[in-house]
């Protein structure tokens, strides 16, 4: 399975505190100081009058950063570009790239944000590399089980076979202390 185009959401755990405008000072400051490393930071978008829709978006030549308000509000980070190793690998990355700006975000004075790393989505951005089908969600269900940890409940999130293949990662607690 050679999917590249792969998402992970961290939600928010109090989202009513959150002003999506707020993020935009933040992710300029990411763009001028090169925060994120292996990413070249190019441009934020606001979509933050699109109800439930991406918010703030922070567009790098690698994968974007969203602050994501559909179900629910959290940071959502999309690898647009190829990465080496297997699938398993590949989920490790965008998981570890997911995982370092929320806790940039978390350490932003200016911003009093605490995430969820015991439940997130994976999501396929891809639906030529994998259909929204039971078996592929076995497939991607495999790999992220292994970034996870063996106690996460990893489970198909939606049916719908139009929808993008998503799946819920819960309990996995162990993913924050493994990815340190």
């Known amino acids: 399975m050679d999917i590249q185009k ?3 959401k961290f939600y928010l ?6 002003e999506q405008k707020d993020f935009i000072p ?7 100081e ?5 990413h070249l930071l190019i441009d934020i978008h606001d979509y933050s009058h699109v109800p439930g829709g991406p918010g703030i978006l922070l567009v790098a030549h690698e ?7 559909e179900g629910g509000t959290g940071l959502l980070y999309t690898r647009k ?3 080496d190793g297997d699938l398993e690998a590949r989920v490790r990355g965008v998981v570890t790239t ?3 700006a929320c806790r940039r975000l978390e350490s932003d004075e200016s ?7 015991d439940q997130f989505d994976v999501i396929s951005n891809d639906r030529l590399s994998l259909d929204n089908s039971d078996e592929a969600a076995a497939q991607l269900a495999a790999a992220v089980q292994a970034v996870a940890g063996a106690d996460a409940i990893v489970e198909k999130k939606q049916n719908c076979p139009k929808e993008r293949l998503t799946l819920t990662v819960t309990g996995a607690s162990v993913l924050a202390a493994s990815l340190s």
């Open 6 to 8: 792969i998402g992970i």
């Open 13 to 18: 755990e109090d989202s009513e505190s959150v």
């Open 26 to 32: 933040v992710f300029h400051s990411w763009i001028r």
């Open 34 to 38: 090169k925060s994120v490393d292996g």
């Open 63 to 69: 994968g974007n950063f969203y602050m994501d308000e």
């Open 81 to 83: 570009q190829s990465q």
């Open 98 to 100: 997911a995982l370092d």
């Open 111 to 117: 911003l009093n944000l605490k995430f969820k790393t």
